[in-house]
Every structure is written in C-alpha cells, then in structure tokens.
T-cell receptor, first 114, second 110 residues
Framework: NAGVTQTPKFQVLKTGQSMTLQCAQDMNHEYMSWYRQDPGMGLRLIHY???????DQGEVPNGYNVSRSTTEDFPLRLLSAAPSQTSVYFC?????????????FGSGTRLTVV | ELKVEQNPLFLSMQEGKNYTIYCNYSTTSDRLYWYRQDPGKSLESLFVLLSNGAVKQEGRLMASLDTKARLSTLHITAAVHDLSATYFCAVDILGNQFYFGTGTSLTVIP
C-alpha cells in the first residue's frame, strides 16, 4: 500500500516555466489537498478537492491550477513559475470518520524557482 | 481571517525537563490535530482531539484541548533527544481543510 505518492521530489524551474506536480493516492480517499510549506509560516492550503470533478480554492491559490479527473490523482499545475513559488509542496489525502479526519501526507516536492 | 498561532516558535530545552507548547486559534472548532515533522520529512500524525476537555497521551507527549478558550497544549515530560523535531497544530474548520500553526521547532539538548 503506497499511500500518497508525490513526484518529483526535487525540481528547479526558471521563472516563467510551467510544470505539473503529480500526486496519487491508492487508498480510495475522497478528499485530496495541496499545501505549501514556507519557513516560519507553517503549511498553507492551496487547493483542495472533495471528490472527482470537484475542486476549490484554499488560502493561497493564485498561480496554481488543479483538476481531479479521477479519485486517485490530483495534479497541481504552476502556469508561469515565479521565485515566490519556491517552497516545499505537500499533497494530502483524507477521509472522514467518526473520529475526525484521517490525513495522510505525501513525502513532499521541493521546488526552487530561479 | 482565521489564525492559528503557536508559541514558542523555537524551543531549546535540556533533557529531562518539562515544557508546554501552546496553540491558539481564532474561530470555533471542535477538532484539533498535532503533527510532528523531522527535517526534510513529511508530517506524522500525533494526536487528534475531538471535543472540549479531550486529553491524549503517547509516551512523553500529552495533548489537551479547551474549545471554549480556543486553546490546545502539547506538554512534553522529561524530554529526550529523540523528541527534537518541529511540532505543528492544525485546526479542522470546514471539514477537510486544515489550517496550520506556524510550528514550534524543538531542540532537546543532552
């Protein structure tokens, strides 16, 4: 059981380039989300999805697009990379239970925009 | 604007000592989560607190929740080096969206 798989683990982009961060989960979780982690700021929600075909914006959505065509995959697209998007990106999947929400995080993608 | 604030941001403590990390949040929520993150690693779930007065303990860590005060604490008892990490609290406001605190970087000194 792989859990949440993120690729790539590291990436360097030039300003203005576009790229897609991949996220896949094999736990049949209905919810998926993307966070970015910056020093001193904790994790901030970029976009989230409550099911295939349904996405919504989080705290810091500007410059990012998402789609969810299947339950398993939730890619994050950077349309025109900027140095301010240098960060560590985490994908998470979650499910609701009577004990709250069970969250599983991926291992992260470290992105540098030069 | 929802805010989740942790203090202290940095904590250096000697082995064997006790200390408490505080997590304040600015809106009503009955669910509070604590995570641990080691350098360069992902987040590991520590505790899920689901109601006012909830208390959970695992080893040298104990977490509590006061929803009326909008405050959660993470108490460390007799710290050991293996507890060195960054600790995050997170509030679950809208179901499956987490709002994280800024994190507390803990260093336990032998």
């Amino acid at each position: 059981n792989a859990g949440v798989t993120q690729t790539p683990k590291f990436q360097v982009l030039k300003t203005g380039q576009s790229m897609t961060l991949q996220c896949a989960q094999d736990m049949n979780h209905e919810y998926m989300s993307w966070y970015r982690q910056d020093p001193g700021m904790g994790l901030r929600l970029i976009h989230y999805s409550v099911g295939a075909g349904i996405t919504d914006q989080g705290e810091v959505p500007n410059g990012y697009n998402v789609s969810r065509s299947t339950t398993e995959d939730f890619p994050l697209r950077l349309l025109s990379a900027a140095p301010s998007q240098t960060s560590v990106y985490f994908c998470a999947s979650s499910y609701s239970t009577s004990s709250g929400y069970g969250y599983t995080f991926g291992s992260g993608t470290r992105l540098t925009v030069v | 604007e929802l805010k989740v604030e942790q203090n202290p941001l940095f904590l250096s403590m000697q082995e064997g000592k006790n200390y408490t990390i505080y997590c304040n949040y600015s809106t009503t929520s009955d669910r509070l989560y604590w995570y641990r993150q080691d350098p360069g690693k992902s987040l590991e779930s520590l505790f899920v607190l689901l109601s006012n007065g909830a208390v959970k303990q695992e080893g040298r860590l104990m977490a509590s929740l006061d929803t009326k005060a909008r405050l959660s604490t993470l108490h460390i008892t007799a710290a050991v080096h293996d507890l060195s990490a960054t600790y995050f609290c997170a509030v679950d406001i809208l179901g499956n969206q987490f709002y994280f605190g800024t994190g507390t970087s803990l260093t336990v000194i032998p």
